[in-house]
């Protein structure tokens, strides 16, 4: 059976908040919608399932994020996650300057959780909470330019 990778799929509080930060970092919309029904219910395995929803893609075509917005049922806050709690960790992104990215970040008031590390002399590496407490990582490959 063959099978190729779709999508991430995150809960998110504000979606236009969101949409624009990871369009900032240079992903773009591909896709804006609501979603409802009977079929909407089935596939997500809620009742009354309600919600916005965008597809952003990455510049390069390699991968794409699916955020929604819940309308019904309404969202549950949890804690964001830890980076060693079992579960969705976070999602990364290879960048050509990680000053930049996280200059981006820090201009929707997101930091880094710690700083920016240096792996081998290889990639230089950087965890931020963004929107919704998602955890985004950038890698930025040192053996390039």
Excluded: C
């Excluded at 309404?74 to 999602?91: Q, Y």
């Excluded at 990364?92 to 200059?103: G, L, N, R, T, Y």
């Amino acid at each position: 059976m063959p099978i190729r990778f779709e999508n991430v799929g995150i809960a998110v509080r504000d979606l236009d908040a969101t949409i624009s930060f990871f369009t900032d970092l240079g992903l773009t919309v591909v896709g804006r919608d609501t979603i409802s029904g009977e079929w909407a219910d089935t596939a997500v395995g809620l009742d009354g399932n309600h919600a916005k929803i965008a597809m952003l893609q990455t510049p390069d075509g390699s991968g794409q994020l699916e955020l929604f917005e819940y309308i019904h049922p309404d969202a549950i806050e949890t804690k964001p996650t830890l980076p060693n709690e079992i579960g969705m960790h976070r999602v990364a992104f290879s960048v050509d300057d990680i000053d930049a990215a996280i200059a981006t970040a820090a201009k929707h008031g997101f930091h880094p959780l710690r700083g920016i590390a240096t792996y081998e002399d290889v990639y230089k590496l950087s965890y931020v909470r963004g929107p919704s407490g998602i955890i985004v990582m950038f890698a930025q490959d040192l053996r390039k330019g």
